[in-house]
């Protein structure tokens, strides 16, 4: 069973079973790429902040690609050099084993803000969030870390109208520049179609 499929059994199974009012989580779309600064301050801001006051109403979609090359020889070129590639892919692959966000976010959290972008700064963290480095190291270092960055690259190159910069943000599948800073959560918010809103949906 797919992971969607399973999204839509459990929303259904909320409706039924919980009563109450229950709503399509939005879908939010994060194109990124490991070492871009603007990717990193778009996560320790709005998206931190966003995380914490409506993370119940958003799926965070974290896609780790952002301006890398796929070269004609299969090999992958990284705007900020090989430590992005290796960094792209060591997210890629964490997504792989820790995918909800309840999982992948602190790790992302911890990389970019507590610890360092590095390939030290990777295992530091989990390390500290009691994830199991092995399997993504192995993941890391074969094919399987590979067929994940271009999974990555299929899904970048998949967006319409293509994107233009790092970080880009989709809400619902659609690009919305507001979401890329402030506007975040008001965006969020707006794409929502539960009554149950949180309560940072109404502040100004
Ligand atoms: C960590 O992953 C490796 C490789 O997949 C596996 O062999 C090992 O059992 C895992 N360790 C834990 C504690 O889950
Ligand atoms: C990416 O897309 C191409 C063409 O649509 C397809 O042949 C390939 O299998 C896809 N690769 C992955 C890893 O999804």
Redesign the pocket.
């Given at each position: 069973m797919s992971i969607q499929t399973l999204a839509v059994l459990a929303v259904v199974l909320a409706g039924f079973c919980g009563g109450a009012q229950s709503a399509e989580k939005v879908q939010l779309g994060f194109y990124s790429e490991s070492l871009c600064p603007d990717c990193i301050d778009f996560a320790n801001g709005p998206l931190e902040k966003a995380m914490n006051e409506i993370g119940s109403i958003f799926t965070l979609n974290y896609v780790p690609w952002g301006n890398a090359i796929l070269k004609n020889d299969g090999t992958i070129e990284c705007q900020h050099g090989k430590l992005e590639c290796t960094l792209n892919t060591v997210e890629a692959c964490t997504l792989y084993y820790y995918k909800t966000e309840t999982e992948f976010w602190p790790f992302l959290h911890c990389l970019d803000e507590k610890i360092a972008p590095t390939l030290d700064g990777a295992q530091q963290c989990f390390s500290q969030l009691s994830y199991n480095w092995t399997a993504v190291d192995a993941c890391l270092n074969s094919e399987q870390g590979y067929?994940l960055d271009?999974?990555y690259y299929?899904e970048t190159q998949a967006l319409k109208p293509p994107h233009e910069y790092t970080p880009w943000i989709t809400v619902n599948g659609k690009h919305d520049p507001r979401a890329e800073g402030s506007g975040l959560i008001k965006a969020i918010c707006e794409a929502y179609t539960g009554e149950d809103k949180p309560d940072a949906c109404s502040q100004k």
């Amino acid at each position: 069973m797919s992971i969607q499929t399973l999204a839509v059994l459990a929303v259904v199974l909320a409706g039924f079973c919980g009563g109450a009012q229950s709503a399509e989580k939005v879908q939010l779309g994060f194109y990124s790429e490991s070492l871009c600064p603007d990717c990193i301050d778009f996560a320790n801001g709005p998206l931190e902040k966003a995380m914490n006051e409506i993370g119940s109403i958003f799926t965070l979609n974290y896609v780790p690609w952002g301006n890398a090359i796929l070269k004609n020889d299969g090999t992958i070129e990284c705007q900020h050099g090989k430590l992005e590639c290796t960094l792209n892919t060591v997210e890629a692959c964490t997504l792989y084993y820790y995918k909800t966000e309840t999982e992948f976010w602190p790790f992302l959290h911890c990389l970019d803000e507590k610890i360092a972008p590095t390939l030290d700064g990777a295992q530091q963290c989990f390390s500290q969030l009691s994830y199991n480095w092995t399997a993504v190291d192995a993941c890391l270092n074969s094919e399987q870390g590979y067929k994940l960055d271009l999974m990555y690259y299929n899904e970048t190159q998949a967006l319409k109208p293509p994107h233009e910069y790092t970080p880009w943000i989709t809400v619902n599948g659609k690009h919305d520049p507001r979401a890329e800073g402030s506007g975040l959560i008001k965006a969020i918010c707006e794409a929502y179609t539960g009554e149950d809103k949180p309560d940072a949906c109404s502040q100004k």
